[in-house]
């Protein structure tokens, strides 16, 4: 009979296996590294109305640090960028995986358009290649193309096209990023070292897929499995394909059964987390959560766990948001509480906080609310706006509370 999980534990297990159980201080930058090599993955956007995601998420879980440190850690390979999840940095020791999903290929969508792009653009592509081979780096600027119109993939040029297909095949790597730009490399001069006849098969890639998500969620639902690394390359919580795969690395000992409270259906832990299965567990971290971060990213999964409702409102028309633009979840504990709407404003120095919601059923609790106004201040700071405005606070009674505690604090 598989161990039953309550949903509390369950919560606390993904809490603690994403690294947000504790609030950590004076971060290194080899806490940069081993905190992605912990996520499996840390996933890319460009909004920058606060810092961009993949430094938040690493804010998240470190406190305040130097975004330099990312931007180092790719610069000298201990990750690299890849097609994961969507754009994402990865460990380097995901390298080899890798290399057997390009081959496989595993994302036949996206393949077919880089294949088009290159054979659309011959001449340049050839171009683009030779260059690659003689220099370290290029940037889509060194082709100097003019841009077209705007398409389904932006505004890019055709040098940025070729270059982005180039990546997707495996024929480029990133060497580093300029002001947040890719600046592009061949593989061949990224890892000299590497032949892709050492790549795994591509079934092993598979069973490193699921096993790499089970340890990085704490404990995994079937359907919360494939949308980890987005097996296949699809946005989906499809999992019956993959169940002879799960029962391969159940009988390897790498995957444990288990049941969790109301939610019916298998479920995994990793062999590494079997001591999260017993005992107490203390969440006692209180921050705030990027849009991508993987506790909120697969919105089934938020919602099942924490009956949390979750969707990004930035591609929504303004009249239409209910929360705002770039709404960042509040984690407090082992519980998702409620979600800011928040701006920094770098060049005058201040920390807009344009709305915040509490979530129904959150009653207003001065604990809460300082532990909450501490990491908001500290989210300001780490931003260099130390000025922190609110703007409105949706609930009158989380308002008056919350005045309180600001007024008591200041």
């Known amino acids: 009979m598989p161990t039953q999980i309550p949903r509390e534990r369950a919560r606390r297990m993904l809490i603690t296996a994403q690294g947000l159980a504790t609030t950590r201080h004076d971060a290194t930058p080899t806490d940069v590294v081993q905190t992605i090599e912990r996520m499996g993955i840390l996933q890319i956007d460009t909004i920058a109305v606060v810092n961009r995601s993949p430094y938040f998420v690493l804010w998240s879980r470190l406190g305040a640090y130097p975004t330099t440190w990312l931007d180092d850690a790719l610069r000298d390979q201990h990750i690299f960028e ?20 390009i081959r496989a290929p595993d994302r036949p969508h996206t393949r077919r358009w880089a294949l088009r792009t290159l054979e659309s653009h011959p001449e340049l592509t050839a171009h683009i290649r030779a260059e690659l081979h003689d220099r370290r780096t290029v940037r889509p600027a060194d082709f100097n193309q003019p841009r077209g119109g705007r398409g389904t993939w932006w505004d890019w040029s055709p040098a940025k096209r070729i270059l982005e297909a180039l990546f997707f095949l495996g024929d480029v790597s990133i060497a580093h990023r300029e002001k947040f730009q890719r600046i592009y490399t061949s593989v061949h001069h990224y890892r000299p070292d590497w032949h892709d006849d050492d790549a795994p098969t591509y079934h092993e890639a598979q069973l490193l897929q699921i096993a790499n998500a089970v340890r990085a969620l704490g404990v995994a639902h079937e359907r919360w499995i494939s949308d980890y690394y987005r097996m296949g390359g699809k946005y989906s919580s499809e999992y019956k394909s993959k169940r002879l795969l799960f029962a391969e690395l159940v009988d390897r000992g790498t995957l444990i059964p288990v049941e969790i409270n109301e939610l019916p259906g298998a479920a995994y832990v990793h062999v590494d987390h079997l001591a999260l299965l ?30 949390f409702q979750y969707r990004i409102e930035c591609y929504t028309p303004a009249p239409k948001r209910q929360y705002g633009y770039f709404t960042l979840p509040i984690l407090y504990h082992d519980r998702l509480v409620g979600r800011a709407d928040c701006k920094a404003h770098r060049g005058k120095g201040f920390f807009e906080i344009i709305s915040l919601h509490f979530e129904p059923g959150v009653a207003p609790d001065p604990q809460m609310h300082a532990e909450i106004l501490a990491t908001i201040r500290a989210c300001a700071a780490w931003h260099a706006t130390p000025e922190v405005v609110v703007r409105m606070i949706s609930d009158e009674t989380h308002t008056f509370a919350y005045r309180d505690v600001v007024a008591r604090r200041s």
């Open 82 to 101: 890849a097609w994961v999840h969507e754009a994402s940095f990865m460990p380097r020791s995901w390298w080899p995986a890798q290399r057997a999903l």
């Open 278 to 307: 017993h005992g107490d567990l203390p969440v006692r971290h209180t921050t705030l959560l990027s849009p991508f971060d993987p506790i909120v990213w697969h919105r089934q999964r938020a919602e099942e766990l924490f009956d």
